[in-house]
């Protein structure tokens, strides 16, 4: 079939001709993982005699989400406009309780969206920095000031598959009377023999779980568990009609449940077999591999060189990764399976005979994170200037810094600026990444 005019159409069908090798999101890996080819185009319909309503569940949905039962305290929801749609349902609810919301500094920015939809406050917490990743691990729960927050938002696992006591956080927040959302976007395979535990198992109020990031289903198929127990729940059924679309995609819902299935049916010892000998061909080929607490995740570092430029020696091979920063590349593996169609001895080929530059002694700054607390105000800032970064100090940011990759925001709309600050901006200035907010040597501040 000829092409035209159809830039996204054209744009997919060059990397499915190429064999682009998958070491990113989502999980399903180009259709090699999991069941999804039991999917038919014919099951995109609508809510017709037999089938049902995603906003008003009396049957089939309401029996396959019945059917997610991961931990007898919870109920699954099933989102079909991804993750976001159950974080700003949640944060919606509790929006006409007092207090501020309490977020950690490496949350999502649709946690932010969803502040800025209430207009009202947050307060961010105190960070810990991951000396694997150089990025933001955990909240300081230590050094966190309570003041009867209404909800609290913390992001685990991190981006880079790093996680921590998720138990004693929840714990900790409850002691002080706050409910917590816990953002475990990358977290949905969690659970299975050999990976970390899940927040449902810390009992979280609210966990949010992106099934296409890590298991093989469509994207955009995400879950909601909500906690017998979590408060306004019913607020928070409701205000997920508000966030997600009136014509649900039965394909994006069918491909949650058979996520599910295998889910429930993995046995884990292929995965783990693949993984070793993977990491090998890596470390014979001259990479470092750093390991960190999901085994799903890989970073990745070439002595003297950046992630940025390790990512070109991959995609010359038409291997993709997720995301790249200065100082690592991270992989995200496949969950490989008896009888999956993932190019496992092609991948290891093309990096056993990757042509690498020689190595370099060359250290790489490390990462000047913003590491104490903060405050988020969703106000509108009519009135804005940009200025020169070095002239910023203690001016009122007026839009998100946002690097890509990851697309979590480093600095926030409303916060007071730091002499710390600066030097973190000045720190992605240097770099090769995009970040949003940043306009050369300039950021727009309030203008008072």
């Keep these: 079939m000829k092409y035209s005019h159809l830039p996204i159409t054209i744009q997919l069908n060059k990397l499915i001709d190429k064999h682009a090798i998958s070491l990113h999101v989502p ?4 259709m090699t993982i999991g069941h999804l080819k039991q999917l038919k185009r014919e099951m995109d319909m609508t809510e017709i005699t037999g089938l049902d309503d995603l906003h008003h569940p009396e049957s089939i949905i309401l029996d396959s989400m019945t059917e997610i039962d991961k931990h007898p305290d919870y109920d699954a929801y099933f989102l079909v406009n991804g993750t976001t749609s159950g974080i ?18 490496n949350v999502h920015k649709s946690v932010f969206h969803g502040v800025d939809l209430t207009r009202q406050n947050a307060e961010l917490m105190p960070m810990i920095k991951s000396q694997t990743s150089q990025h933001y691990l955990q909240p300081d729960f230590e050094h966190i000031s309570y003041n009867e927050q209404k909800l609290a938002v913390i992001t685990y696992p991190n981006y880079y598959g790093e ?132 085994p799903l995740k890989l970073l990745i570092r070439y002595p003297g060189y950046s992630g940025y430029e390790v990512q070109t020696w991959f995609e010359a091979c038409e291997i993709y990764t997720e995301l790249v920063d ?23 080929h093309k990096i056993a005979t990757m042509k690498l530059p020689l190595k370099k002694d060359k250290a790489l700054k490390s990462l000047p994170l913003v590491l104490e607390e903060g405050f988020y105000s969703s106000e509108s800032l009519e009135h804005t200037k940009w200025i020169d970064i070095e002239l910023a100090e ?54 008072e």
């Design 163 to 294: 996680c921590f006591d998720i138990n004693n956080s929840v714990q900790s927040l409850h002691q002080h009377h706050i409910p917590v959302l816990v953002d475990e976007a990358h977290g949905a395979h969690f659970g299975l023999p050999h990976f970390p535990k899940s927040a449902l198992e810390a009992g979280a109020d609210y966990v949010v779980q992106s099934y296409h990031k890590t298991l093989p289903a469509l994207t955009m198929g995400s879950v909601l568990f909500i906690h017998k127990d979590a408060p306004l729940k019913e607020e928070v059924v409701r205000y997920l009609a508000y966030f997600q679309t009136s014509s649900p995609s039965y394909l994006v819902m069918a491909s949650i449940e058979l996520a599910y299935q295998f889910y429930k049916g993995y046995e884990s010892s292929t995965f783990f077999e693949k993984r070793a000998r993977f990491i090998d061909v890596l470390t014979q080929t001259g990479f470092e591999v750093k390991h960190v607490d999901d």
């Design 394 to 447: 203690n001016k009122i940011l007026a839009k998100h810094l946002i690097p890509y990759p990851p697309g979590i925001p480093v600095f926030l709309k409303g916060e007071k600026i730091s002499r710390n600050m600066i030097k973190l901006m000045q720190y992605y200035l240097e770099g090769e990444g995009r970040v949003e907010g940043l306009n050369h040597n300039k950021i727009l501040v309030k203008d």
């Design 326 to 348: 200065t100082h690592q590349t991270l992989l995200i593996l496949p969950l490989w399976h008896e009888g999956d169609s993932y190019p496992f001895q092609e991948l290891l």
């Design 88 to 105: 700003l349902a949640v944060i919606q609810a509790f929006s006409n309780r007092d207090g501020n919301y309490l977020l950690s500094r």
């Design 27 to 30: 999980g399903h890996k180009n």
